[in-house]
């Protein structure tokens, strides 16, 4: 009995200086600046790859608008915990604090399962009118909150409007139609909304109950003239209307229901047919 004890710890001991001689070996290999440093190279993991959509599934869109405020990270989290991918849309302005900043690229690095998109820099400081009458203005308040954020994709939201421009597509009212063609110009996609999650103006507290959101989008697949592209439901929400714990458990359970049908598959906006 012995002797086998003995063999093999000898064994084990033979096996553990194996090993340590291969990192060290590794080591070395990785110190070494002659060579090419291939771990050093960043993968770039916002590189355009192709997607394929099965026909199938419904395509399930998460947008949360006006970050980063009270709310953002509670609806980060939450998304988080319950795997489910989403999307926000912040505001340059609201990243003012290294707190918010930290927020923004938290949310910015969680990608492939979150996304960072551009909703302005100033959110047309509240009027949409004068903002959008002056399309120059209104483009360059776009590229500067690009820049600010950090944004990965040329993909916008219009403050106070759901207008559309994709590759071959502009869909946007008059007031906006200037600024849509002027940002088309410049490479970017406009995303707008096919349901909307709304709240109550003066508690900013959310109007419809979970269920009832979710027969909404039910019933917006169900009639695909509804929707923007068939089987593809883009939800406007605002993270602000679940920053209280009972208005988050709102969110995880529109959220769990929708879960619950094999169909729905929840992707970020990039995902959204027809982008350039
Ligand atoms: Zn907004």
Redesign the pocket.
């Known amino acids: 009995m012995g002797t086998i004890k003995l063999y093999a710890t000898s064994i084990l001991l033979f096996a553990s200086w194996v090993m340590s001689c291969q990192n060290a070996s590794f080591s070395a290999v990785a110190n070494d600046d002659k060579k090419p440093k291939k771990a050093s190279v960043p993968i770039d993991k916002f590189a355009r790859k192709a997607f394929v959509y099965d026909s199938t599934k419904n395509y399930i869109y998460l947008t949360f ?2 970050g980063p405020q009270n709310g953002t990270q509670a609806c980060f989290d939450l998304c988080k915990q319950l795997g489910v991918k989403a999307t926000f ?1 912040m ?1 340059g302005e609201h990243a003012s604090s290294p707190k918010t900043k930290a927020i923004v690229a938290g949310i910015r690095e969680a990608y492939p399962n979150f996304l960072l998109c551009n ?1 302005s820099t100033t ?1 047309a400081s509240g009027h949409y009118k004068y903002f959008y009458h002056h399309p120059e203005m209104a483009a360059e308040d776009f590229y500067a909150a690009q820049k600010s954020l950090n944004v990965p994709y040329k993909i916008i ?1 219009l ?2 409007n759901s207008a559309w421009v994709l590759k071959d597509t502009i869909k946007a009212s008059h007031l906006v139609d200037s600024t849509c063609i002027l940002l088309n110009s410049t490479g970017y996609n406009v995303i707008g909304w096919d349901v909307e999650w709304s709240f109550n103006h003066k508690t900013e507290n959310p109007v419809q109950k979970p269920q009832r959101m979710v027969d909404i989008v039910d019933s917006a697949l169900a009639k695909p003239r509804r929707l923007f592209a068939k089987n593809h439901v883009v939800i406007l929400s ?1 993270d602000r209307m679940f920053r209280n714990p009972s208005y988050t458990d709102s969110l995880a359970k529109f959220i769990t229901i929708l879960k619950q049908n094999p169909k729905n598959v929840f992707e970020t906006i990039d995902h959204y047919p027809g982008l350039k």
Do not use: A, E
Request: proline share 10%; glycine share 10%; net charge negative.
């Open positions: 608008d006006d849309f505001v909703h959110h939201r403050p106070g605002h």
